[in-house]
């Protein structure tokens, strides 16, 4: 240790310390803001040029013409600037520590939310690349995996707690085909090891958890004397039965995607969102009846076979068959650029500039239970916007600024390089440089490290 | 004359229609020329953008101005308010190596052994791949295909992406892939410790030089040989291999992204004397001058990538290509994809819009490539003599909302269909429907 670092200073340190850690685990700062003269994409109510947008106490408190803030407001002028609602990521797997739990075909009582990472530094990259909201998700591995997290990317703040989103519904994830039937099939020798079994574990997980609800509501009506045994997993399943929470489920085939909307409503769930689900635009015409909504990639295709007859259209087919979609990232180098994923539907299916940015504001927004407070640029709403100095939707455009709440978050022209929170003064800089990982199917993370990305990582970890 | 009964006609576009719907792996069959394109902005990229037409005979570029002369055999576009762009080429792919990621029997373009210079990346390019139409149709014409994997895992080569054999697509170029030595992690999975990396790197670095020492010497004793008309005893494929790279015949494009690892490889060029492309290039933005004043050119991409280390600019990926350009180092811009190579003209895009500026970030991916490849009089421009690979659009090709129309390569006019424009034609309207 330093000579120098006496013991007052070790106490000064210990303050300062104690200060900040007070100050991070307060609820999360909310701003006052003038946004002047942008051109302002609202979603719901058009487009409206020369405007201003005013947010007080972490909220939109007035969109129009000419608006006056009080004395000391921050005042940012946004003239030939495009200002829209921050982006929404239904599908992402930052700031967590742990992604898969992947012991059980069935993990219902696990929560993402116990691992937040505020150190994760793809959280500030979502947040240059517009991104105030994610949704993050327990991974793949299990037919019912762990409940997820619907986080506000306030980069900075050092509690845990101060990321969730306040109010957001509960989620969770399900997961069909490959990947469970590798990971418990084929991995353990237990079911499921194919579509079938998949379909067994939904029957068999919901019939246990009618009957421990029906137990404990015996219970609770005098009916039976002696108290169920408490069960999280299956105090979970029964908020699943009973619209709780909602589901979000890795799916790739037409076929299983079928099958899932065939149970849920032999057990009278209503409420859905398919994730990837590159087949849905085969049976686009069913999500639309059934109320389900879709989260795609723009682009991805071909890694594994379930996504071998893809098409980028998808999202584009699901749109204009009256699926409510959103174009999500799953990856901490897509949700940099989700507002340029959102434009290949453009190419892809010619959707217009209204429906292509609803794919990640709104969209999203409603697939995760939060449409009422965000996703649009509405009085009233979160003050989550991000302010571009082109149209959004343009290759060449660049996030200039990112404010969740009301604060800003990110500011390209305040931007340090190194934005880490937590640095190691003992760390060798030259051995902090990773190598290209190709990222796809990050939602089999922590399962094992070789299983599913096999020889052929196995080849490239050895190979150079 | 036989009257055809309204009934029969639509029996037989039905017909027809079943029958183009339910294969969604076929495309149409593509159209010869001549072909005049009257009326265009033309993108030449090496003379500016003019208005005016541009005549396509056989394989060839034949005319390039205003008011061309129709003949009687011309199928004329109408191009007014259209523009034409040279097709786009990328340096770096799997392109027809890799049919599905995670199948490990459809990937081949990585072979066993650490040197294997002698595997042929023609060889195993898959002409009828569904990933090729994908491409194309997007305004990708030429490709580079290479292997992957160890530190000489084979030759790579130059394809239009048009043709029923790898002999009716090779584009005649060859160069051996190097992989140089990482001293960097593998990945986030790779836990060795700080001072494993850097004996792995070291040994690695030794093991390198061994090889090609041998290579050297095998070289030698192969020109005395034959100067004496007599033959080397024994076969070893990999030293054929590597000899025209020894004899600076054939360029060598050498795989390295680590500031330091571009310095030490920028060393052993200088020593061996090697023809070189860097390709990969990641933190090339670190080590800029001292790229430009070796005179390397550089491949690099993605430009659509995660910055290599957790305490870099948030957009060093973007800014990459854009800061190794303006420090006089030749760049192109590569996908390093498979199924989605697409996908250059948007990395081309970002490095744009991240300093690159528009018109230089289309050269990156046209014109730069095959000046880069020693092919610039056949490639990568709209000029007279160069080989008719083109793509007419509504607009600037980088701007993701942009419909490539027509795509032409070596003269051919390429059927606008793939797997996904197929699904979309079938499934936006199903039928029956709910």
């Keep these: ?464 | 004359m036989r009257k055809i009964y309204p009934y029969r006609i639509s029996a037989i576009i039905a017909l027809l229609l079943t029958f183009s719907a339910t294969q969604a792996q076929m495309v149409g069959k593509s159209e010869r020329g001549p072909f005049l394109l009257k009326n265009a902005t033309i993108h030449t990229i090496s003379k500016g953008v003019m208005t005016g037409d541009v005549l396509i005979k056989d394989d060839m570029i034949a005319e390039v101005g205003p008011n061309l002369a129709s003949g009687r055999s011309y199928t004329t576009l109408d191009c007014t308010g259209k523009h034409i762009y040279p097709g786009m080429i990328d340096l770096g792919t799997q392109l027809g190596l890799s049919e599905i990621e995670s199948i490990s029997v459809t990937n081949d373009f990585s072979e066993i052994g650490d040197v294997v210079p002698q595997m042929q990346a023609l060889t195993a390019v898959n002409p009828n791949a569904v990933t090729i139409p994908v491409t194309r149709t997007n305004g990708i014409t030429t490709v580079l295909v290479s292997p992957k994997g160890g530190r000489f895992p084979g030759t790579a080569a130059l394809i239009d992406l048009h043709g029923y054999t790898p002999a009716q697509m090779d584009a005649g170029f060859r160069a051996v892939v190097m992989n140089f030595p990482s001293s960097g992690r593998r990945g986030r999975f790779d836990r060795r410790t700080d001072e494993d990396i850097k004996k792995d790197g070291e040994k690695a670095f030794k093991k390198l030089n061994e090889i090609w020492d041998d290579a050297v010497l095998y070289a030698k004793l192969d020109s005395a040989a034959q100067s004496q008309k007599a033959t080397l005893p024994g076969y070893q494929p990999e030293m054929e291999a590597l000899k025209a790279v020894v004899r600076k015949q054939q360029p060598l494009l050498i795989e390295v992204s680590k500031s330091t690892d571009i310095i030490l490889a920028l060393d052993w060029i200088k020593k061996t004397g090697v023809k070189a492309i860097l390709t990969g290039v990641a933190e090339g933005y670190r080590v800029a001058d001292k790229i430009a004043a070796a005179g390397i050119p550089v491949i690099t991409g993605p430009v659509l990538d995660t910055p290599r280390r957790p305490y870099d600019k948030y957009d060093a990926p973007y800014t990459n290509a854009a800061q190794m350009m303006k420090a006089g180092v030749v760049v192109a811009i590569r996908s390093d994809e498979a199924e989605n190579v697409r996908n250059l003209p948007f990395n081309a895009g970002f490095a744009a819009a991240y300093g690159m500026g528009i018109d230089e970030a289309y050269k990156a991916i046209s014109l730069v490539p095959a000046q880069l490849l020693g092919m610039a009089d056949r490639y990568g421009s709209i000029d007279v003599g160069k080989v008719a690979n083109l793509f007419i659009s509504n607009g600037d090709p980088m701007e993701t909302k942009t419909t490539i129309e027509q795509v032409f390569i070596r003269g051919w006019k390429i059927p606008m269909e793939n797997r996904h424009t197929l699904l979309y034609d079938e499934f936006l309207q199903r039928s029956p429907g709910k």
Excluded at chain 1, 64 to 82: E, P
Excluded at chain 1, 88 to 110: F, L, M, Q, R, Y
Excluded at chain 1, 278 to 292: R, T
Excluded at chain 1, 422 to 450: A, G, S
């Design chain 1, 1 to 464: 240790m330093d000579p120098t670092f006496n013991i007052m200073d070790k106490k000064l340190y210990l303050v300062a310390s104690l200060l900040i850690a007070m100050a991070s685990s307060a609820l999360a700062q909310q701003g006052n803001l003038l946004i002047k003269g942008g051109t302002v994409i609202t979603i719901t109510q058009g487009v409206k040029e020369n405007t201003d947008v005013l947010i007080m106490d972490g909220k939109i408190a007035e969109i129009g013409k000419d608006l006056k803030a009080t004395a000391g407001t921050r005042v940012i002028d946004a003239t030939g600037q495009f200002v829209m609602p921050g982006i929404i990521d239904a599908h992402s797997h930052i700031g967590i520590d742990a992604v898969n739990e992947g012991t059980h075909p069935v993990t219902a009582e696990v929560n993402v939310g116990e691992a937040i990472d505020p150190f994760d530094i793809a959280i500030y990259r979502a947040l240059a690349g517009g991104v105030t909201i994610s949704h993050a998700m327990h991974g793949s591995a299990n037919a019912i995996g762990g409940q997820c997290q619907t986080i506000k990317h306030r980069y900075g703040v050092l509690d845990p707690e101060a990321y969730k989103m306040q109010g957001a519904p509960r989620t969770i994830k399900f997961a069909l085909g490959e990947n469970p039937i590798r990971v418990h099939g084929e991995g353990q020798g237990i079911v499921p090891r194919t579509r079938m079994g998949v379909e067994q574990v939904f029957r068999s997980s919901f019939s246990e958890a009618k009957v421990y609800k029906k137990n404990w509501e015996d219970f609770r009506k005098g009916l039976t004397r002696l108290a169920p045994e408490y069960n999280l997993r299956m105090e979970t399943l029964a908020d699943i039965l009973d619209g709780k929470i909602l589901i979000h489920c890795h799916s790739y085939r037409a076929d299983e995607i079928l099958m899932l909307m065939n149970v849920l409503r032999d057990f009278g769930v209503k409420k859905i969102c398919f994730q990837h689900v590159n087949e849905g635009f085969k049976v686009a015409p069913e999500l639309a009846a059934f109320g389900a909504s879709a989260s795609v990639f723009a682009d991805w295709w071909a890694y594994k076979f379930e996504v071998y007859y893809s098409t980028a259209y998808n999202a584009a087919i699901l749109t204009k068959n009256g699926v409510v979609t959103s174009i999500n990232s799953d990856s901490d180098e897509l949700i940099r650029h989700l507002y340029h994923e959102a434009a290949k539907t453009q190419r892809y299916g010619g959707l217009n500039d209204d429906e292509a940015l609803r794919l990640i504001t709104l969209n999203p927004a409603i697939q995760l239970g939060i449409d009422h407070r965000v996703g649009s640029i509405e009085k009233g709403k979160d003050a989550d916007l991000v302010i571009f100095n082109a149209h959004p939707l343009s290759i060449y455009a660049i996030p200039q600024l990112t404010i969740v709440d009301g604060i800003v978050y990110f500011d390209r022209n305040n931007d340090k390089a190194d934005m880490r929170l937590e640095i190691d003064p003992e760390e060798k800089f030259d051995f902090k440089y990773y190598e290209r990982w190709k990222e796809k199917d990050n939602c089999m993370q922590d399962v094992t490290e070789t299983l599913f990305f096999g020889q052929q990582y196995h080849n490239s970890l050895h190979g150079h």
